[in-house]
């Protein structure tokens, strides 16, 4: 797959990440400019864990984010397409245990997880809502399903200066580190074909979920999404509707 392919067929998908496994994570830091563990730190704050709280890591990758949120108290199931990336992960000793998932049916019952969290993989999924649907039905009421995902740079320079950095340095950065710069090609274009904070917390709410919140990261080159499975009972959502970011 070398140039953004809009279906996102699940094994042209899958194995591109295969492809890149090895050096995944180098390429995640270098591409982010550092920021990669600060919004990871941020990520597993807003799943409000709780000591022994299970969660589902869904497009886990090689178990980093996982590893992050298992150091943080919970007991965590790192899920993912890609055995490429799940078998670099098990090389690297993550400390927890990798199952092999389509996003679209997830292989867990209903109420399975205190919750569910995806980190940058949402917009690699075929159908992203169906997605978070999923997540949403292996989350016990109450729980937190939580999207970081890039986003829409919030300021006009910043958003010209990044898509111009994603479509001309990233993969530049890519030929000189990677195994695959067609790979970093289809992640750029993925990147600026994604929608905005508004249209994704939309689709948090299409799903069910309650009080959904979103959190911008470093200008909105990054957006944390969190939304509450209701519970019996449950009044209004609580999702503002005068488009300004919400506090976590």
Known sequence: MSRADLDKKPYDVAGMFDSIAGRYDLMNDLAALGQVRMWRELMVDALELDAGGAVLDLAAGTGTSSTAIARAGARVVA???????????????????FVGADAHHLPFADDSFDAAVISFGLRNVQDPRRGIAEMTRVVRPGGRVVVCEFS?????????????????????????????????????ESILDWPDQQELRGWFQEAGLEHVRYRNLTGGIVALHRGYVPTAGEGPTGSSSDGAPQAL
Do not use: K, N, W
């Open 152 to 188: 829409t740079p919030t300021a006009r320079l910043v958003r010209t200066v990044y898509e111009r950095y994603l479509l001309r340095a990233l993969p530049v950065v890519a030929s000189r580190f990677a195994t695959s710069s067609d790979a970093y090609d289809y992640l750029a």
């Open 79 to 97: 899920a993912d397409f890609s055995l490429g990336m799940m078998t670099e992960g098990r090389r690297r000793g993550a400390p927890v245990p």
